[in-house]
């Protein structure tokens, strides 16, 4: 697999583990309180990161 596809792939189940991470954001932030907050913008911006990081360059469509 390309580097730029397992980058975007990387990036989609890292935000698929902070959605997971945002649905039981009550339970979590009573046990941890903001770390669990840090915790969950720091996974979305890697997963972001990742993601773009991932795609191809501009103008690498065939015309």
Known sequence: M???KTRFWAGNI????ALIILLNMGV???RYG????????????LGFYLIMS???PPGSMPE
Not at 14 to 17: F, K, R, S, T
Not at 34 to 45: D, R
């Open 2 to 4: 390309e580097p730029q």
């Open 54 to 56: 991932g795609k191809e």
């Open 34 to 45: 903001m770390g669990a907050v840090i915790l969950w913008m720091a996974l979305v911006a």
């Open 28 to 30: 979590l932030s009573e």
């Open 14 to 17: 890292v935000l698929v583990v």
